[in-house]
């Protein structure tokens, strides 16, 4: 009887010991899956801050060519006046 009582509070040690690594298991696994979705969504903040950047500088490319054709345009109106004015 004394064997069995002994083997009992064996197994219930492992079972202790077995439920206290699980819960140590479980609480990494909950932490990681954390830190996962945290930097999912620092990869989608980036993604998102590099998406602007490339829009800004597509409207930096395209005000550029406004200038320029803004500039054409004044100096082809001024070559008509001088010729206008000389006609």
Do not use: C, F
Not at 26 to 55: F, H, R
């Amino acid at each position: 009887m004394e064997q069995l009582r002994a083997n009992l509070m064996s197994k219930e040690t492992e079972l202790l010991r077995m439920l206290g690594e699980y819960d140590l298991k479980e609480t990494t696994l909950q932490s990681k899956s954390k830190e996962n979705e945290m930097l999912k969504l620092k990869l989608k903040l980036e993604a998102a801050k590099a998406a602007e950047w490339e829009d800004v500088m597509k409207l930096g490319i395209v005000m550029e060519e406004a200038n320029r054709s803004n500039h054409n345009l004044m100096s082809v109106t001024e070559k008509l006046e001088v010729a206008h004015a000389a006609n």
